[in-house]
């Protein structure tokens, strides 16, 4: 694999990582290094991931993808030549959450949104990772030059679609349910968080809710929205920085925070903190 192909997929491990501790702390109540601790190279753990309170399907599917993840590092890293990232330090806490749906929803919401309390609040959550790698996918595949760093992009894709897709059909299955004790919808908080992930990313529409006006829906036939897409039914897609700019919830490609307080790792993530006090890794 040439250089820039190399540190392109080097990049999504970054969202393997994310993907990867949120989903098996959720299930299981230990990450990544309970597995494999040599795929962290380093890396610290995270802060704030705990054992979520999930029914029977949720955690059996928490589980799953989380130990997709980690089948899907050990390809990157095996693609790279083994030359992986330090696992990012991440932050995987309630406040975190509570904070990014606060200000998707347009005020602190009482009690504060917890991930981890039940099923619902789970899936909500998780709703905000799949499909940023997808995105983050479909983006990076032109950039590509070899035809296997494409294959490789291309099976990380269909597996992010494919989490992205059963998510928001359980979602969609209690799109019109209350949330509790909030007075907000499934269907609404989708539909606020993904106009948060918008407006951060300063990019227009590339992100949609599970309940959509029909102008909105495929072929302008349809309010459901289990899969966001643009107006030929092709998968959105986001560049670098505006990845970067959501998963820090900065809307700033420069100013790390939220899941990520000490910025992404990799040499592309890295180049837009050139000058900043972030320590490189």
């Known amino acids: 694999m040439v250089a820039p192909d190399i540190e392109v997929v080097r990049f999504a491990s970054n969202f393997e990582y994310l993907e990867g501790e949120f989903f098996l702390h959720s299930a299981l109540g230990k990450g990544i290094d309970s ?19 999930l029914d029977h399907v949720t955690a059996k599917m928490a589980e799953e993808f989380g130990n997709q993840e980690i089948g899907q590092l ?3 890293i095996e693609a ?9 330090l991440l932050n995987l806490s309630k406040e975190v959450f509570s904070d990014i749906f606060d200000k998707a929803i347009g005020f602190k919401l009482k009690p504060r949104f917890d991930p981890y309390s039940n099923s619902i609040n789970f899936l909500l959550a998780a709703n905000l990772f799949p499909y940023t790698g997808l995105v983050g996918l479909v983006g990076a595949t032109p950039l590509l030059l070899l035809p296997q760093s494409r294959k490789l992009a291309a099976s990380l894709l269909g597996a992010e679609s494919g989490q992205n897709a059963v998510i928001r ?4 299955q209690r799109a019109n349910e209350t949330v509790h004790p909030y007075n907000i919808t499934v269907a609404e908080f989708t539909n606020r968080t993904s106009t948060l992930a918008n407006k951060l990313a300063n990019c227009g529409l590339k992100d949609e809710g599970i309940i959509v006006p029909r102008s909105l829906g495929a072929e302008n036939r349809t309010e459901s929205n289990i899969l966001a897409a643009d107006v030929y039914s092709r998968s959105y897609s986001r560049t670098v920085r505006e990845l970067l700019r959501i998963l820090y919830a900065s809307g700033s490609e420069s100013k790390v ?6 910025g992404a790792n990799g040499l592309i993530a890295r180049s837009f903190l050139i000058g900043s006090n972030v320590t490189k890794s």
Not at 37 to 53: M, T, V, Y
Not at 169 to 172: D, G, K, V
Request: charged share 15%; hydrophobic share 40%.
């Open 35 to 53: 597995i494999n601790p040599n795929l962290a190279f380093g890396g610290p753990p995270p802060i704030g991931a705990q054992k979520a309170n």
């Open 74 to 76: 050990r390809a990157v």
């Open 80 to 88: 790279a030549g083994g030359r992986g990232i330090k696992r990012p």
């Open 169 to 172: 059909t359980l979602l969609y």
């Open 257 to 262: 925070g939220a899941f990520f307080p000490k």
